[in-house]
């Protein structure tokens, strides 16, 4: 439903704001003494938002401060016992190809999985 207003012109707007000797307004007055408009003003309300998904619980794990010597096999070995792991990933040095940064990401198939090696794993030696 559409709502109508009506504005008049008066001598309120003008500068000068002398209405008997204002020419800009008598002017105004004498060529459109009022004019309207529509606004429109539904009285619908807005369309519901959709609900969000929930955001998938994570399954990756970053293991840090591990020395040099580690590498893929030895945390396959160590964090297989918590579960299946999807994926491991073993930045190297940028000058030194061969060395690890000391740090992995450990990819777990299921959020259970990553919990119980967390719990388990963390500030272990």
């Known amino acids: 439903m559409c709502e109508f207003r009506l504005i008049s012109l008066d001598c309120t707007t003008c500068p000068q704001h002398l209405p008997p000797t204002c020419t800009t307004c008598n002017n105004l007055s004498s060529t459109f003494s009022f004019f309207f408009f529509f606004l429109n003003r539904s009285k619908s309300k807005s369309p519901r938002r959709k609900k969000r998904t929930p955001s998938p619980k994570p399954t990756k794990l970053h293991i ?62």
């Open 64 to 125: 840090g401060r591990l020395t040099r010597n580690v590498n893929k096999d030895h945390l396959t070995e160590i964090f297989s016992m918590y579960g299946s792991i999807k994926s491991i990933d073993m930045p190297v040095d940028r000058f030194h190809s061969h060395i690890s940064k000391g740090m992995a990401y450990i990819e777990y198939d299921k959020h259970e999985e990553a919990e119980k090696a967390k719990k388990h794993m963390d500030g272990g030696r």
